[in-house]
């Protein structure tokens, strides 16, 4: 199958930055969209940015202008960029990559990371 892993959550003050990594690995037989999502303490998880395999993103409003999502083909690797950091950024971010694998190339998966903390505070 194919494994996400996220990294580079962590603590940052209002108005900082930071930027997250999600590398996917395993049986890859090609990579779609690649995707953040973000769940706040009881709330729901919500779409982030997505970017297709040709570089087309898409972004949720409230963060439009401040994250810029960029993707690495060669690595598989997806990155988000974060800037102008607020406490409602405070989520465990969660990546997705939605991706055909070596057993089953005609069909498109959704495989999920574990996540990673971001906590935006003074």
């Known amino acids: 199958q194919v494994q996400v892993v996220e990294s580079g959550g962590g603590l940052v003050q209002p108005g900082g930055s930071l930027r997250l990594s999600c590398a996917a690995s395993?049986?890859?037989?090609?990579?779609?969209?690649m995707s953040w999502y973000r769940q706040g303490p009881g709330n729901q998880r919500v779409l982030v940015a997505s970017?297709?395999?040709?570089?087309?993103?898409n972004y949720v409003d409230s963060v439009e202008g401040r994250f810029i999502i960029s993707r690495d083909n060669t690595k598989n690797t997806t990155y988000l960029e974060m800037n102008s950091l607020k406490p409602e950024d405070t989520a465990v971010y969660v990546c997705c990559t939605l991706a055909a694998t070596l057993n089953v190339p005609g069909a498109s998966l959704r495989f999920w990371g574990p996540g990673t903390q971001v906590t935006v505070s003074s």
């Open positions: 970017i297709t395999s040709t570089g087309s993103t």
């Open positions: 395993g049986s890859i037989f090609r990579i779609y969209a």
